[in-house]
């Protein structure tokens, strides 16, 4: 998992791969499986942040936080479906054996990946992750992140930004947020912004070349989730807000909902 790990590189805290599996049915059964973004504290690495609203970093693990409220909640409800949690966890920071701009990691997945912002590292964390999980034959896959500050210009504080790569997924969750209240709106992922990746010394770039930051940063996810179905949450606006600071809860009632919802518990 060299990508996942090379975000962690400048931290003294050691990056951490987190499995939680909740069993309500049959062990034969399939799970439905939730990846959470971990990242404990974003300094943006080399690519280093502006110190205005950097405290704010701390929240910067919104995505594997709504794994563990889900999966709390679908415990303590005993939904009679598989779950399994897996969070990605590392501390993003700055020293002399940090990533650079420029440097090329390979995933768990066998694809090179050339970074070129070391402030893009929630994908970084996520990929080796969403690769990880093939191995429990998921029915479906979740991803839950507080990816970008693009989905904050494009949707605000109101609504969770959705990407799938399967219609009838996306339109599962949309359901689920609107009857949960915590809604969602879907974007596309087409081949058109693929081609925005492309980089002349590995198999993807870590960022885009042109606008449309959270589709290109779902599309950059996309092709870690190819063998199952999929769905990204980009959270970046609502998992947290500035004033009054703190989080939010949010995905979580989306989620369990969702959850409710495919173990046919109305």
Same mark, same amino acid.
């Given at each position: 998992? /060299?990508?996942?790990?090379?975000?962690?590189?400048?931290?003294?805290?050691?990056?951490? +791969?987190?499995?939680?599996?909740? @069993?309500?049915?049959?062990?034969?059964?399939?799970? &439905?499986? =939730?990846?959470?973004?971990?990242?404990?504290?974003?300094?943006?690495?080399?690519?280093?942040?502006?110190?205005?609203?950097?405290?704010?970093?701390? #929240?910067?693990?919104?995505?594997?936080?709504?794994?563990?409220?889900?999966?709390?909640? !679908?415990? +303590?409800?005993? +939904?009679?479906?598989?779950?399994?949690?897996?969070?990605?966890?590392?501390?993003?920071?700055?020293?002399?054996? !940090?990533?650079?701009?420029?440097? $090329?990691?390979?995933?768990?997945?066998?694809?090179?990946?050339?970074?070129?912002?070391?402030?893009?590292?929630?994908?970084?964390?996520?990929?080796?992750?969403?690769? &990880?999980?093939?191995?429990?034959?998921?029915?479906?896959?979740?991803?839950?992140?507080?990816?970008?500050?693009?989905?904050?210009?494009?949707?605000?504080?109101? !609504?969770?930004?959705? #990407?799938?790569?399967?219609?009838? =997924?996306?339109?599962? +969750?949309?359901?689920?947020?609107?009857?949960? /209240?915590?809604?969602?709106?879907?974007?596309?992922?087409?081949?058109? &912004? /693929?081609? @925005?990746?492309?980089?002349?010394?590995? *198999?993807? !770039?870590?960022?885009?070349?042109?606008?449309?930051?959270?589709?290109?940063?779902?599309?950059?996810?996309? @092709?870690?989730?190819?063998?199952?179905?999929?769905?990204?949450? *980009?959270?970046?606006?609502?998992?947290?807000?500035?004033?009054?600071?703190?989080?939010?809860?949010?995905?979580?009632?989306?989620? $369990?909902? &969702? =959850?409710?919802?495919?173990?046919?518990?109305?």
């Amino acid at each position: 998992m /060299h990508s996942l790990l090379s975000v962690g590189n400048g931290s003294e805290q050691p990056s951490q +791969l987190i499995v939680i599996k909740y @069993q309500g049915a049959a062990a034969k059964a399939r799970p &439905y499986c =939730l990846v959470g973004k971990g990242i404990t504290f974003d300094t943006g690495g080399i690519s280093l942040k502006p110190g205005g609203k950097m405290d704010e970093m701390k #929240f910067d693990m919104g995505g594997a936080g709504s794994v563990f409220g889900a999966l709390q909640a !679908a415990s +303590l409800m005993k +939904l009679p479906i598989n779950i399994v949690g897996v969070i990605a966890a590392a501390e993003n920071m700055p020293s002399g054996r !940090a990533t650079k701009p420029g440097d $090329v990691v390979t995933s768990m997945s066998g694809k090179t990946i050339e970074v070129l912002n070391t402030d893009a590292e929630g994908r970084l964390v996520l990929c080796d992750a969403l690769t &990880y999980v093939e191995r429990f034959s998921p029915v479906e896959v979740i991803d839950i992140a507080t990816l970008t500050g693009a989905i904050i210009v494009a949707l605000g504080q109101e !609504a969770t930004g959705v #990407f799938s790569n399967d219609d009838d =997924l996306a339109t599962r +969750l949309l359901a689920a947020g609107d009857r949960s /209240h915590d809604r969602g709106w879907r974007f596309p992922i087409w081949e058109e &912004y /693929h081609r @925005q990746l492309d980089s002349p010394f590995a *198999d993807l !770039a870590n960022i885009g070349t042109g606008g449309a930051g959270s589709i290109t940063a779902a599309c950059f996810l996309s @092709q870690f989730a190819q063998d199952y179905k999929w769905a990204h949450l *980009d959270i970046a606006g609502t998992a947290f807000k500035s004033a009054p600071k703190g989080a939010t809860g949010r995905p979580v009632p989306l989620l $369990v909902q &969702y =959850l409710r919802d495919r173990a046919g518990v109305l």
